[in-house]
């Protein structure tokens, strides 16, 4: 009915960029917030940045000044800037989107599958 693909990871060195991408598709009639978060091993998965459909951002604080969440509406995708990173932001980075689907009368939370960022000399 509904999937998300993210994209953009890969193996990056410390102090570099990244740019993650996630889009949804299916029978979507709306997509209220969209978010990304991670999980690093051993570690439990945790909140990177949320954006709602009006553009409000939140940011953990450990990611606050160094990443930068956003979202193309009418392309059903959200976005995630990542500069200066660190080896602590290794991880695998989930896409996570509210999305109100054609048939449904409620919003149903919906998972990516995951894209792999290593930060690493």
């Known amino acids: 009915q509904v999937q998300l693909v993210e994209s953009g990871g890969g193996l990056v060195q410390p102090g570099g960029s990244l740019r993650l991408s996630c889009a949804a598709s299916?029978?979507?009639?709306?997509?209220?917030?969209m978010g990304w978060y991670r999980q690093a091993p051993g570690k439990e998965r945790e909140l990177v940045a949320t954006i709602t459909r009006g553009g409000r951002t939140n940011y953990a604080d450990s990611v606050k000044g160094r990443f930068t969440i956003s979202r193309d509406n009418a392309k059903k995708t959200v976005y995630l800037q990542m500069n200066s990173l660190k080896p602590e932001d290794t991880a695998t980075y989930y896409c996570?989107?509210?999305?109100?689907?054609?048939?449904?009368?409620?919003?149903?939370?919906?998972w990516g599958q995951g894209t792999l960022v290593t930060v690493s000399s």
């Open positions: 299916g029978s979507i009639f709306n997509i209220n917030l």
């Open positions: 996570n989107a509210d999305v109100l689907l054609t048939t449904a009368l409620s919003y149903l939370e919906v």
